[in-house]
């Protein structure tokens, strides 16, 4: 078990610049962690990656977005880790916001703009409504490599970005919210082995498997409903071991260290064919 003075390294999902990275640079702000980073590719590597390097290594994951729902790989990787003690440990709601970055400070004099095709689409009642009719846009494959564009033309030219690549690229911040959806949020998790005091505003993550006969389930929500141990969300995923077999992932409101969750836990444990801790953390 270490705590935060510990940790040397923390692991996010590139590209750099990017939102996971922006939660990043708000999990070291949050815990003081003044420590190295590593962008990863894939949600997996960083759970291998941190299983890995558990003593002193915390990684970042996205697991939930309001548009896109669940991110099922951060869960599965979680639960399919050799590593028994990697946990959860916190968690953040992050706004998704895009912003119109260039190098000028003058919206009024934008004729072109840089921009991947999603964000085009995700920003097209702003860019209808508010830039000129005649506007030359011109695609690029990603947030950063558009801000990277912008050095190829005059300063009439304006990208669609992150607060984190303007600050990387110094770039001015012409207008702010300019997507669509103003309700956009991506729920971030923090991984690794430090063990979480309760808060009194906690949430318990766990997942099991049980039985596939008539009631199998019932039989566990029984055992949370007469310990009166609140869930606030239950979902399943296929176990990726056989066919018609599911593992189910229960958020619980409390810290495991509430003697009521204990109990249920304890009583379970024998109901269940795969039982696993997955953290408790102070809920966003």
Same mark, same amino acid.
């Given at each position: 078990m270490?705590?935060?003075e510990?940790?040397k390294?923390?692991a996010?999902?590139?590209p750099?610049n990017?939102?996971?990275?922006?939660?990043?640079?708000?999990y070291?702000?949050m815990?003081?962690m003044n420590?190295?980073a590593?962008?990863?590719?894939?949600i997996?590597?960083? =759970?291998e990656?941190?299983?890995?390097?558990?003593?002193?290594? =915390?990684? =970042?994951?996205?697991?939930e977005?309001?548009?896109?729902?669940?991110?099922?790989?951060?869960?599965?990787?979680i639960?399919?880790?050799?590593?028994?003690?990697?946990?959860i440990i916190?968690e953040i709601?992050m706004?998704?916001?895009?912003?119109?970055?260039?190098?000028?400070?003058?919206f009024?004099?934008?004729?072109g703009?840089?921009?991947p095709?999603?964000l085009l689409?995700k920003?097209?009642?702003?860019?209808?409504?508010?830039?000129?009719?005649n506007l030359?846009?011109i695609?690029?494959?990603?947030?950063?490599?558009?801000?990277h564009?912008l050095?190829?033309?005059n300063?009439?030219?304006?990208?669609i970005?992150?607060? &984190?690549?303007?600050?990387?690229?110094?770039?001015?911040i012409?207008?702010?919210?300019?997507?669509?959806d103003?309700y956009?949020?991506?729920?971030?998790?923090l991984?690794?082995?430090? &063990?979480t005091e309760?808060t009194g505003?906690?949430k318990?993550?766990?997942?099991?498997?049980?039985?596939?006969?008539?009631?199998?389930?019932l039989?566990?929500?029984?055992?949370?409903?007469?310990?009166?141990?609140?869930?606030?969300?239950?979902?399943s995923?296929?176990? &990726?071991t056989?066919?018609?077999?599911?593992?189910f992932v229960?958020?619980?409101d409390?810290?495991?260290?509430?003697?009521?969750?204990?109990?249920?836990?304890?009583?379970i444990?024998?109901?269940t064919?795969f039982l696993?801790?997955l953290?408790s953390?102070?809920?966003a």
């Amino acid at each position: 078990m270490n705590n935060f003075e510990m940790i040397k390294n923390i692991a996010y999902l590139e590209p750099v610049n990017s939102f996971s990275e922006m939660a990043k640079d708000e999990y070291c702000r949050m815990y003081n962690m003044n420590c190295y980073a590593t962008p990863l590719g894939t949600i997996k590597q960083i =759970v291998e990656y941190v299983a890995r390097n558990i003593a002193d290594t =915390v990684g =970042v994951l996205p697991v939930e977005n309001t548009i896109d729902g669940s991110i099922r790989e951060s869960i599965d990787s979680i639960i399919l880790s050799n590593n028994q003690n990697l946990k959860i440990i916190s968690e953040i709601i992050m706004p998704v916001e895009y912003c119109l970055l260039s190098k000028t400070t003058e919206f009024y004099s934008i004729t072109g703009l840089v921009a991947p095709p999603r964000l085009l689409g995700k920003c097209g009642e702003f860019i209808n409504n508010e830039m000129p009719r005649n506007l030359n846009i011109i695609e690029s494959p990603s947030m950063l490599e558009a801000a990277h564009e912008l050095n190829n033309h005059n300063l009439t030219y304006a990208s669609i970005g992150n607060r &984190k690549i303007a600050q990387a690229c110094m770039l001015n911040i012409l207008k702010e919210n300019i997507h669509d959806d103003k309700y956009n949020q991506t729920r971030y998790i923090l991984i690794g082995d430090i &063990k979480t005091e309760p808060t009194g505003k906690d949430k318990t993550t766990i997942a099991f498997r049980t039985n596939n006969t008539p009631g199998a389930l019932l039989e566990i929500l029984k055992v949370f409903l007469e310990n009166n141990v609140n869930m606030n969300h239950i979902s399943s995923y296929p176990s &990726k071991t056989k066919m018609d077999e599911y593992i189910f992932v229960v958020n619980i409101d409390g810290h495991i260290a509430n003697t009521q969750l204990q109990k249920a836990m304890d009583e379970i444990a024998p109901k269940t064919l795969f039982l696993r801790y997955l953290g408790s953390y102070r809920a966003a």
